[in-house]
């Protein structure tokens, strides 16, 4: 498949980005400030006040002086690219490769993606259509390869480039700097009279790697697709994924149950096509405005049984934030694992093979979180707070249960206690507690080499207050301690 990549330009995308926030005059020339060396300078301007002769780098008093109506804010470099990656994230739903391409541009891999949306002019008049209600100015092309898409975007006229070669009969009339060049290199090749691509495409290579080093071939190279861009997305895309473009926004949550079973449906299919069952699922819902929204729920056991899994989204959707509604969502498996529907590993199973004790697990990390449900794996260790560790709900276990005393249904970090010289009551958080009955001790001898001091030994007690409440308290170096409680 021929690789297709787009260029997304954004001319005044600092002043841009504030308007569309309604962080800056929606009319009027306005340009934002940064100061280096004691020297204020715009280092943007929005349309109104380039118009008027206000440029990128001009003093601010030569600015003032020009346009004396000018508003000014200070220049927000980190908030520029937070909010740039923001919209990278929403131009997700066009396609799963994304990436921010310098300060004021994205790139997205669309090989095989046009079709979807009948074509490659017609997705750059629906993303062209989605920039102009966020009130972003811009320039879009779509080439064969980045370095081209970004040179059509910015120097060009916008829009898709036919394949090579017969993209470089466009490529060849545009300035030397649509190569990404240094200025000073673009300048001094301009002074030897080398002025477009096409001059630099005609001259002996070694004579250009001899005067400019190999850096100007390099960015030939990666504009004619004869050595690759490397380009790295804001997050790596899941091969099994379902989408789903509205034709007008939604707001209910009827809506985006819909929506969702429709997705699940679609991506299940897909999941059985490939004998997988989903381990981790996203939904990023995109609303009009520009925001992304993302839900992530976990399964312990693989599935692709929609019904269940949308039990697992009913509780997160409720977080979701639809304000003026959403127009697409993206539905994808983070993480699947082989799955086939003769798999029956657990007693009590559907016919998908998973297990109602799985089901059930999953319903339970959905409403509690995944870090709050597990169990324990016996560990070969004498100290009771070191004699277990937790596991996922549904991992298999190595370790057999040892046989032991009875223990607490609720272990807590030792604590310590002043114990009656009789025995006959202790007193634990200022509160003093009568003993009805003791059954112990058990003798618990510490571990060698473990804290690298020689070993100690307790002496456990199941402890039974009047008032019929029951502890597990233990005795170490003539000093008393409890430690946990039985039902």
């Known amino acids: ?15 841009d980005r504030l308007k569309a926030r309604q962080r800056s005059p929606a009319t009027g020339p306005f340009a934002l400030v940064a100061t280096a060396a004691n020297t204020a300078r715009i280092s943007a301007a929005n349309l109104v006040a380039q118009k008027m002769g206000v440029a990128t780098g001009m003093t601010l008093a030569d600015a003032m002086a020009l346009v004396p109506t000018l508003i ?28 921010v391409d310098g300060e004021d541009g994205l790139i997205l891999d669309v090989s095989g993606v046009p079709h979807l949306f009948g074509g490659e002019m017609a997705m ?12 972003l100015g811009h320039r879009m092309a779509i080439a064969d390869t980045p370095a081209a898409a970004w040179a059509w975007a910015r120097h060009g006229e916008g829009g ?61 190279d990666r504009l004619a697709g004869r050595q690759d861009e490397p380009i790295s997305p804001r997050r790596q895309p899941s091969p099994w994924r379902s989408h789903a473009s509205l034709p007008e926004p ?12 429709q997705l699940l449906a679609a991506l299940c299919l897909l999941l059985e096509h490939e004998q997988r069952g989903a381990r981790q699922l996203a939904l990023h819902a995109y609303r009009v405005d520009g925001d992304v929204q993302s839900l992530q729920i976990g399964t312990s056991y693989p599935s692709r049984k929609p019904q269940h ?84 709900p549904m991992a298999r276990s190595s370790n057999p249960m040892p046989e032991l005393e009875p223990r607490p249904l609720r272990l807590i970090q030792p604590e310590g206690i002043e114990m009656a010289q ?15 009955q003791t059954i112990g001790p058990e003798r618990i001898r510490g571990e060698w080499m473990h804290d690298g001091m020689a070993p100690t030994h307790r002496d456990y007690f199941q402890v039974e207050d009047v008032v019929g409440r029951r502890y597990w308290l233990y005795r170490s170096a003539q000093k008393w301690f409890v430690h946990g409680f039985f039902a």
């Open 250 to 261: 939604v707001i209910t949550r009827e809506a985006i149950d819909a929506v969702l079973g």
């Open 124 to 135: 750059l008049d629906q993303m062209a259509q989605a920039f102009r209600r966020l009130q």
């Open 160 to 220: 898709p480039l036919p394949g090579r070669p017969a993209a470089l009969d466009f490529l060849h009339p545009l300035p030397v700097k649509a190569l990404r060049i240094p200025e000073q290199i673009a300048e001094t090749l301009h002074g030897l009279g080398l002025k477009t691509i096409g001059d630099l495409a005609n001259r002996p290579r070694a004579t250009l790697v001899q005067r400019f080093g190999p850096h100007l071939i390099e960015r030939l």
């Open 309 to 392: 899994l949308a039990r697992l989204f009913r509780q997160p959707l409720d977080g979701l934030m639809p304000g003026f509604g959403f127009e697409a969502f993206i539905l994808e498996a983070v993480s699947a694992d082989p799955f086939s529907a003769e798999q029956t590993g657990l007693d009590a199973c559907d016919e998908t093979g998973v297990s109602n004790q799985a089901q059930f697990i999953d319903r339970l990390q959905a409403r509690l979180g995944a870090g709050n449900v597990f169990r324990f794996e016996p560990l070969s260790r004498h100290t009771p707070e070191e004699s277990v560790a937790r596991l996922p």
């Open 422 to 436: 009789d025995g006959t009551a202790f007193t634990w958080r200022r509160l003093r507690r009568g003993i009805a």
């Open 72 to 99: 000014t804010a200070p220049a927000d470099p980190d908030g520029d690219m937070a909010a740039l990656q923001r919209l990278a994230d929403w131009c997700g739903r066009y396609s799963p490769w994304v990436a």
């Open 1 to 15: 498949m021929m690789r297709r990549y787009l260029s997304v330009w954004l001319p005044r995308w600092p002043t």
